[in-house]
C-alpha cells in the first residue's frame, strides 16, 4: 500500500469521525487582514479586561462570569452559523481575548499561581488540544473548520493560545524587566523570525501559522499596555478606556470592510456563493 493511499484512508476516516460537513469553512483566509486584526484583538483583551476590572470596579471574578456569558452566547450564535461571518467570528475572537486574559489573571492574582507554573499547565492544555484534534481529524490546518468537532477542537486551542500568551508574556515581562516598548519590539522579532522560518527555511505551514498564533498575543498586550499605562510606568499614559475604544474602533472598520468586500475568503467559496 502506498503512502498517499495510507493518507487518503486516515483522510477519510476522520471525515466519517467529524459528521457531515459544511460547504463553507468556518474560518478568514490568513491574509495581512488576519494578522492585523489578531493582534488589534489581543491589544484590546488586554485594556478590555483592565478596564472592566478596575475602572468600572467589577473584580476579576465579577468580569470573568460576565466576559464567559458572554463569550458562550457570542459561540453559540458561531456555531450556528454555516459559513464564515466576519462580525460575528472577530466578536468571538475578541471576547475570547478577553476571557483568555482574565482566566491568567484569575490563576496568577486570586488564586497565587506562579506564572511557570500557568505557562506550563497552559502549554500542556494546548498540546493535549493539539494532539486530540489531530488524532480525531488528520490535520490542524485552519483551511478546513468545516464540521462542527473541528470547530469544538479549533476554538479550544484558540482559547488556550491567548492564556498561555498571557502568562508567558507576563512571565517574559516580570523575568526579564524589558518594559513594554521593548517587549513589544521582541515578540515582533519573535514572529519574523517564524515567518522567515516558513517562508525562506521551509518551516510547516500550521506549525508555523499556531506558534505565529500564540506569539501575538504577547505582543499586543505588550503594546496595549505601552499605550495604555502611566508614564511613570513606562506606557505613554492613553489610559484603557481610550486605548480599549481606539482599538476597538479600527477593528470594527476593518471588519466592516472585509463583510462588504469579502477579502478574507478563499476564491473557491466565493464562486460557491455566487447565485
Request: charged fraction near 10%; proline fraction near 2%; charge should be neutral.
Amino acid at each position: 500500500m502506498t503512502e498517499t493511499s495510507v493518507t487518503s484512508g486516515a483522510y477519510v476516516r476522520s471525515q466519517a469521525a467529524s459528521g457531515p460537513r459544511l460547504r463553507w469553512n468556518k474560518v478568514p483566509e490568513v491574509t495581512a487582514y488576519f494578522w492585523i486584526i489578531k493582534i488589534l484583538c489581543t491589544t484590546v483583551g488586554e485594556t478590555a479586561a483592565d478596564f472592566l476590572n478596575e475602572n468600572l470596579g467589577m473584580g476579576l471574578t465579577g468580569v470573568s462570569l460576565l466576559m464567559s456569558a458572554l463569550l458562550a452566547v457570542v459561540l453559540v450564535v458561531q456555531f450556528r452559523t454555516k459559513a464564515y461571518r466576519p462580525g460575528v467570528y472577530w466578536f468571538a475572537v475578541a471576547l475570547i481575548s478577553v476571557v483568555g486574559t482574565l482566566i491568567s489573571d484569575n490563576l496568577t492574582d486570586n488564586l497565587g499561581v506562579s506564572l511557570t507554573t500557568c505557562t506550563t499547565v497552559f502549554a500542556v492544555a494546548l498540546a493535549v488540544v493539539f494532539a486530540i484534534w489531530y488524532r480525531r481529524e488528520g490535520t490542524l490546518s485552519i483551511h478546513s473548520i468545516d464540521t462542527v468537532s473541528r470547530e469544538v477542537y479549533y476554538w479550544l486551542a484558540v482559547l488556550f493560545t491567548f492564556a498561555l500568551g498571557t502568562a508567558a508574556g507576563d512571565l517574559v515581562a516580570e523575568k526579564m524587566a524589558l518594559g513594554y516598548w521593548v517587549s513589544a519590539v521582541l515578540f515582533g522579532l519573535a514572529i519574523a523570525a517564524v515567518a522567515v522560518a516558513h517562508f525562506a527555511l521551509g518551516l510547516n505551514a500550521v506549525l508555523s501559522f499556531w506558534i505565529a498564533y500564540i506569539l501575538t498575543r504577547p505582543l499586543g498586550a505588550s503594546m496595549g499596555d505601552y499605550l495604555s499605562q502611566p508614564t511613570g510606568d513606562g506606557g505613554l499614559g492613553l489610559g484603557t478606556t481610550v486605548t480599549s475604544v481606539l482599538f476597538l474602533a479600527v477593528i470594527l472598520a476593518l471588519v466592516v470592510y472585509l463583510a462588504m468586500t469579502r477579502k478574507d475568503v478563499t476564491e473557491s467559496e466565493r464562486q460557491l456563493s455566487l447565485p
